[in-house]
């Protein structure tokens, strides 16, 4: 059974607007949330982490929120470039083990 | 440069057949893992291992086997390849600090078919 569920399998933005991507999960042992990006014949890329102590980090660019009453995170990216366009994976963490989302494709039109 | 070498980059081979996909990181890390990648489904741990000589299962560790005997490497080994394990695959590596993982960094996959 997935625990954590990314339920846009793709989403498409315009150039300089704001992007958000969704994550929810099931688990409510989770501590540690993550976000990857993707791009073709690559391996998933670390962008941005959350603790569960925390309820938002920013670094540039991207911003993750965790709201753990509801069990989901975001991502959110502003402004928007066309290079941001990747798969996105969320991962959540309770000790040894990671569990991923299954992604979500943006594409950022120019 | 920091890096998670995976080898090959592309395989494909018969039902049956054993094969060993390397891994290698650079960076000392004590944590490494193996996922498989497969459509609708996103990522998906098979093994992992927290130092050397410590493996443990993930989520779909059946058909597979791992050794740690070195630190910076972890083959993933098929002794029996079957066609539903045609995938992507990826090893990561990852530091292990005060019980908690830190981020991954993940090899550039490798593209397994069998038939």
């Known amino acids: 059974d997935q625990q954590v569920k990314q339920n846009s399998p793709s989403l498409s933005v315009q150039e300089g607007r704001i992007s958000i991507l969704n994550c929810d999960y099931t688990?409510?042992?989770?501590?540690?949330f993550l976000w990857y990006k993707k791009y073709p014949a690559e391996g998933p890329t670390f962008l941005i982490s959350?603790?569960?102590?925390?309820d938002k980090n920013e670094d540039g660019r991207f911003t993750v929120f965790l709201n753990k009453s509801a069990k989901h995170l975001s991502l959110h990216i502003v402004p928007s470039q066309p290079g941001d366009s990747a798969v996105y994976f969320c991962?959540?963490?309770?000790?040894?083990?990671?569990?991923f989302g299954t992604g979500t494709s943006l594409t950022v039109i120019p | 440069e920091a890096q998670v070498t995976q080898n090959p980059r592309y395989l494909i081979t018969v039902t049956g057949k054993k094969l060993t996909v390397t891994c290698s990181q650079n960076?000392?890390?004590?944590?490494m893992s193996w996922y498989r990648q497969d459509p609708g489904l996103g990522l998906r741990q098979i093994y992992y291992?927290?130092?050397?000589?410590?493996?443990d299962k993930g989520d779909v560790p059946e058909g597979y086997k791992v050794s740690r005997k070195e630190k910076r490497n972890f083959p993933l080994i098929l002794e029996s390849p079957s066609p539903n394990q045609t995938s992507l695959y990826f090893c990561?590596?990852?530091?292990?600090?005060?019980?908690?993982?830190?981020?991954?960094?993940f090899g550039q996959g490798t593209r397994l078919t069998v038939v």
């Open positions: 990561a590596s990852s530091s292990w600090t005060g019980g908690r993982n830190t981020e991954a960094f």
């Open positions: 688990n409510s042992m989770f501590d540690y």
């Open positions: 959350i603790s569960s102590i925390k």
């Open positions: 991962a959540a963490s309770a000790s040894s083990q990671f569990y």
């Open positions: 960076m000392n890390h004590e944590y």
């Open positions: 291992s927290m130092n050397v000589e410590v493996t």
